[in-house]
């Protein structure tokens, strides 16, 4: 009963995920099996680390449109590296992630140092980090094979890859972040009223950029599991991104006014969006119908959340 | 003019009441006569604000009665005043500073053709009203956000004047204005007085109401305490009316502290030309009082020495600390400074957090190790709190948006207690609480002292102030301009010092 009451949020949406799988394997007789599972953990590690980071940021009232292109960017140096200079992974890896964090920290440098909205700042990155992946790889795919695929390889003695391991460990790392140290508390204190916390006499301006830092970085983590489940760096890789991450966030129950979140719930929001398009892809729904389908759910979900939390008397 | 029984006043005011928590407005009576500029004087909070929202229908009453020329006048919006040719200009002011000039004068009724705005119209119309007070050289189709203060308000006055008005309400005209534009508004209140206008113009520019109008009304406590025309009073008169006759209910401090060094040196502190060369010191166990009408530079100060506004030049101390300037407020609280903002939910307070976020925000060092949180020690500390305090909330995990106003701003008061500050400033630290938690502030901010932490209180009640204090300082106009203790100090010398900076030899230095 007290976990209800602690984690009422989780547990719901938990509920809604398990009730999709549930629908889902009604509906189509080989929904529910391994392979399934196995299918989806291999798809949605890339997706879970970029909307782990994003979730700190709408947390600390900002957003961070350039994740995709950013992830874009990472693959193309990835390959770019791994192909054409022939340099191994663990030295082009770690390089793929310092862009990533070289993009995130230049996005919190302008939003906090200039005042500038993140919005803007980031709409301006996502074209920046895009036409710097095709100028990369000159608008070229790069074939980088086996060398990058043990990411992707499944950990021994289970059926999941390691990248989903590893996703799920950032998620868990972020979450802990938000919840055990002065850091993260600053961060949900900043997204709740960041006027009142520069009065309590902290300065707000390093933990913003280190927000847009440590997003940056997960655009970068996460085009390492891109280009291993694919085998090649695309430089249009993780164009749409930002929304679907940014879909999975809000479905989780975070809200885009900053100061109320959780990485935990942002994760269940991506298995969500996953599910859904698995699961419609296997009953045979089109592409199109596909995309009004999953739009369809993310209005349902925010809708449901702020009802109940309107019902329970919070200001939304 | 007044005395005569067969004109009928413009706008008549009968045994008007409105309480809130207390009595704000007790049996008002009031008379504006056609062509009468009637002056409102009064401290701060002694009703003057309330009275005119009511009589332009933004607060409606609880007892008495309002008669525009005779007959019973009950407005119940903004809207209902208009219509009986009641319009309030406001001390803020409400112009949209992204719309022209015109459209903002005429903006809730734009002249029109099937939808469009029609110009040529709208351009003619701005002209006439803006030639009415004066401003022929401003062109109608400049942008508002572009003119100063000065202007803005003429602007106001002008889109007051546009209307069918009879009766014009003008809440503090000249704060931001300069000393042409004040001739300027005084040219034209006198001819809105021969077109058989009433006016109604609250001031604390004793001088200024001399001037211009011809009988004022002080109010002191939300009565109408006296009412004469002005030529008959002096200034000190005005300042007793105000004051009362002697000062009620003065609670004294019941031990007097043994000061000890100073923890607060603030020398020649200036913000632009709000705040002018502002200099005092506060010493250990001290807590010391900052008096002044609103808008005289009190919280400017505060924030200003606390680093949350940017001072244009001077020093600040803190204890064995160096001189300088603090352009962070995490600079100050690293000094052993804190605040306590006058706005609790907009400065203060994260409302949708608990009690134990809110509490432990300034303090979240110590409720940690290299950076990792002890939510225990935290709950701890909380629990400590809400006992010392009496703060009454459910659980420390409760939201600080569900307490009452008095709990709320004893959390926001508590975030400092832990941190043993050398100076604590409070800005109206019981504005909206109840008697009870007032009481308890009160109490805690004794303690505090005690403890040798010097407390500035800035307050606009002043009993509060001499109960609370051992000190007052007066601001008037950004300036210091008195320093009073308990053997010296009376509302009347206090009320005297808070209006000595707004005489017409000090609006000249500002512009």
Redesign the interface.
Known sequence: MKILKDHGDTVGILAVWILLVLLFGVLSDHFLSANTLTTLAGRIPALTVIAAGMTLVLIVGGIDLSVGSVLGLSSAVLGLLMVDWKVPLVISAPIAIVVGMLAGTVNGLFTVGLRIPSFLVTLGMLEICRGAAYLVTRSQTKYIGASVEPLASMLPGTTFPISFFLSVGVVVGLQVLLE???????I??IG??E?????????PRPAKILVFLVCGTCAGVGSLFHCARLGSADPNAGSGMELAAIAAVVIGGTSLLG??GSVIKTFIGVLIVATLEAGLAQIGASEPLKRVVTGAVIIAAVSVDVFRRRCIG??V | MQDDPRIEPLLRVENLSKRYASPVLREINLEIMPGEVHALMGANGAGKSTLARILCGLTIPDGGRLFRSGKSFAPQNKRDAQTAGVIMVMQELNLLSTLSVAENIFLDRLPQRAGFICQQQLTRMAVEALQRVGLSDLLPSTIVGTLGMGVRQLLEIAAALARRCQVLILDEPTAALTQREVDLLFSNIRRLQADGVGILYISHRMDEIRSIASRVSVLRDGACVAQYPTGDVNPNQFIRDMSGGESTFVLPRVKKNKFRSTVLTVEKLCVGVRIREVSFSLRSGEILGLAGLVGSGRTLTLRALFGAVRATSGSVTVGEGASGLFTHPSQAVAAGMGMVPEDRRHDALLLSQSVRVNATLSTLPIHSKRGWLNVHSERHSTNRLCDRLKIACKTPEQTVDELSGGNQQKVSLGRWLERSCEVLLCDEPTRGVDAASKASIHNLLRNVAAEGTGVLVVSSELSELFSLCDRILVMSNGRMTGEFTADNWSEEVIHAAAFKGLSTAHRESVT
Request: aromatic letters at 0%.
């Open positions: 055990k140290t002065i850091l993260g508390r600053h949900v204190a709740t009223n006027h009142a916390v520069r009065l309590a006499g902290i300065d100061g109320r919070e200001n």
